[in-house]
């Protein structure tokens, strides 16, 4: 998936990318690599806004929420408590698809 964004991003086309990077975040995820795919919908996010493009946008947020629920519950007994950036994420989704 990586190797087909970069032959994508060569072209010079910025349309959809974000899209892409979400499927390659959800990719992540499934395989267990969550931070990694955080990472990768941070990127996502950073191309919706730096072209304008918000048609994926809301579903950006709901996977990066859906990310961060797995994380915390793969970090039980941590100090570390993402409980409110998790809502926020499904927040901003349900606010965007509105």
Same mark, same amino acid.
């Given at each position: 998936? %990586? #190797?087909?964004?970069?032959?994508? #991003?060569?072209?010079?086309?910025?349309?959809?990318?974000?899209?892409?990077?979400?499927?390659?975040? !959800?990719?992540?995820?499934?395989?267990?690599? +969550?931070?990694?795919?955080? &990472? /990768?919908?941070?990127?996502?996010?950073? /191309?919706?806004?730096? +072209?304008?493009? %918000?048609?994926?946008?809301? !579903? +950006?947020?709901?996977?990066?929420?859906?990310?961060?629920?797995?994380?915390?519950?793969?970090?039980?007994?941590? %100090?570390?408590?993402? &409980?409110?950036?998790? !809502?926020?994420?499904?927040?901003?989704?349900?606010? +965007?698809?509105?």
């Amino acid at each position: 998936m %990586r #190797q087909g964004i970069a032959a994508h #991003q060569a072209t010079g086309a910025e349309l959809v990318q974000s899209y892409f990077l979400t499927l390659l975040a !959800e990719g992540y995820g499934k395989v267990g690599q +969550i931070e990694v795919g955080l &990472t /990768v919908l941070t990127e996502a996010l950073a /191309v919706a806004n730096k +072209i304008g493009e %918000r048609f994926y946008e809301a !579903e +950006i947020y709901r996977l990066k929420g859906e990310l961060m629920l797995m994380l915390r519950a793969g970090m039980a007994g941590s %100090r570390t408590d993402h &409980t409110e950036d998790t !809502e926020n994420c499904f927040r901003q989704a349900i606010d +965007i698809a509105r």
